[in-house]
């Protein structure tokens, strides 16, 4: 019983953070008709970036998260400029191939500065009991943590003037250039924005499992099923998705090998393509 | 005499190789309707395309109360009150009506008087009262160009441009948006038309231009317009 609640919190939990990250790939396809293909080595720097100021400065990822959140934004946005402004109205295949290869680089990088060993952060919060489990007071802090940054993007996104610019760009950026937008800087804004949620669930994340420069891969594997899940330039779909994906993977793992779990992840993906290609939430 | 707000001089552009505008000369005065007709390929789009800078200019200047906005950015020229009613009404879909009018007030000047507009919008289609939470895309076309008509006018435009607004719509609608440029003219808006419905467009405009092949090939009153032979037999099929 308790192994049942405990893997159902945890796949509540882990699902939000995951979620998160999913919005974040899902927001830079939503506004910018981009799929990222950094999503996961910006996962990864995240997990990086909470690891070193926690190491040098003893400063917990549930703290320097807000840090890492503005750097996010920031390195977004000089990304932007540097890998996808000049292809951006090119046809699809460009810009896969830029942040193809902005992936390529960071991960290059980090690997010859980081070297794959697996690293941790060790909080060391203890547990907390929750309805008869014991969970890691990490992980309801990683969950509870996506869940603020999650409202927090809603309420950017619909109660902000540039919040609505941006939603605005993604429906119809001709128009919004016509009301008054400043385009080029609402497309790096949100990749910025993108970014800076890749790098915060990684920085969640990594006050959980162990992670390595390599790790983002996974969790951006994840963030694309998530997205097919909720349906693409759908964020509370995204969120669904998420906790779906994080339940499976929790609540599977008592019954089958941990090893199954990503071909149970793929097989949905397969499915879902197939059945529903707009996603579960997602549209027409 | 009016003084002029829009002026476009010797203007040339096109895309990419092709030039579509030879040395195009306009202007619209303030407080009047200034009407530009010419068949589908005159280049009428392409000229507004290039004055609401989403084209840039090859040659020539733009000229906007006084400053010349010819390499201003397009999403500036709507700071500075020129704003756009868009062919096709290019809403936001999924925004309610109520967002969509709040886009249009973005720019800077309009952000101001922000509760001033939205009551002019309301009072001018009451119709929108009861829709302030309706998605915008999920409207009909009549109702869908009243809203993108609104957008513009919370803009507080010192020269609103209606790019084709009777496009695709039930002739009772067609009268009824020109019944809507006909108040805001008498409401003293500067407005810049683009139109086919040559005749309904000649009877209300101040002052008129026809385009073909990408030059202006006529100018004149409206009045003046619809009485010349030329354009009876090329547009009004008299």
């Keep these: 019983m308790d192994a049942w609640v405990s893997a159902i919190l945890s796949g509540v939990l882990l699902g939000l953070a995951y979620g998160l990250a999913a919005i974040g790939l899902n927001l830079i396809w939503g506004v910018m008709k981009v799929i990222n293909l950094s999503h996961g080595a910006f996962i990864a720097l995240g997990m990086f970036a909470a690891y070193f100021v926690f190491h040098s400065f003893g400063i917990s990822p549930f703290v320097s998260v807000i840090l890492i959140l503005a750097l996010g934004v920031v390195v977004g946005m000089l990304a932007y400029f540097v890998a996808l402004h000049r292809v951006i109205s090119a046809p699809e295949l460009s810009t896969l191939l830029s942040t193809y290869s902005l992936s390529l680089i960071i991960i290059g990088l980090g690997t010859f500065v980081f070297t794959t060993n697996p690293r941790a952060i060790d909080v060391g919060l203890g547990s907390i009991k929750l309805f008869g489990a014991y969970i890691p007071a990490s992980k309801v802090l990683t969950g509870l943590y996506s869940l603020i940054f999650t409202a927090a993007l809603y309420v950017f996104l619909f109660k902000t003037w540039t919040g609505k610019a941006i939603r605005a760009v993604s429906m119809n950026m001709t128009a919004a250039q016509f009301m008054g937008v400043n385009t080029t800087f609402i497309l790096s804004l949100s990749f910025g924005i993108g970014i800076a949620l890749a790098m915060v669930a990684g920085a969640l994340i990594a006050s959980v499992f162990p992670f390595t420069i390599l790790s983002g891969g996974i969790y951006e594997l994840k963030s694309f099923v998530i997205c097919v899940l909720g349906g693409l330039g759908s964020p509370l779909g995204a969120l669904a998705g998420g906790l779906l994906l994080g339940l499976l993977e929790n609540v599977l793992t008592l019954k089958m090998p941990v090893g199954y779990v990503p071909f149970i992840e793929f097989l949905i993906l397969v499915v879902i393509l197939l059945v529903k290609p707009s996603g579960l939430l997602g549209k027409e | ?238």
């Design chain 2, 1 to 238: 005499m009016a003084d002029v707000i829009l002026q476009v001089e010797k203007l040339s552009t096109g895309y990419g190789e092709v030039q579509i505008l030879w040395e195009v000369s306009i202007q619209a005065k303030r407080g009047q309707l200034t009407t530009i007709i010419g068949s589908n390929g005159s280049g009428k789009t392409t000229l507004l395309r290039a004055i609401t800078g989403i084209i840039p200019a090859w040659s020539g200047r733009i000229i906007f109360n006084g400053e010349d906005i010819t390499n201003v950015p397009a999403y500036k020229r709507a700071d500075m009150g020129l704003i756009m009613v868009p062919e096709g009404r290019m809403l936001f879909p999924e925004m309610t009506v109520y967002e969509n009018l709040e886009m249009g007030a973005y720019n800077k000047r309009a952000r101001q008087k922000i509760k001033e507009s939205l009551e002019f919008v309301l009072h001018l289609f009451p119709r929108l009262k009861e829709r302030l939470n309706q998605k915008a895309g999920t409207m009909s076309g009549g109702e869908q160009q009243m809203v993108a008509l609104g957008r513009g006018l919370m803009g507080c435009p010192e020269l609103l441009i209606l790019d084709e607004p009777s496009l695709g719509l039930a002739p009772k609608l067609v009268l009824d948006v020109f019944d809507v440029v006909k108040k805001l003219r008498e409401e003293g808006i500067t407005m810049l038309l683009v139109e086919q419905n040559v005749h309904l467009s000649l009877m209300l405009t101040d002052w008129a231009y026809v385009m073909a092949e990408g030059r202006v090939v006529m100018e004149g009153s409206g009045e003046e317009l619809e009485k010349s032979d030329e354009v009876r037999k090329a547009y009004l099929g008299i």
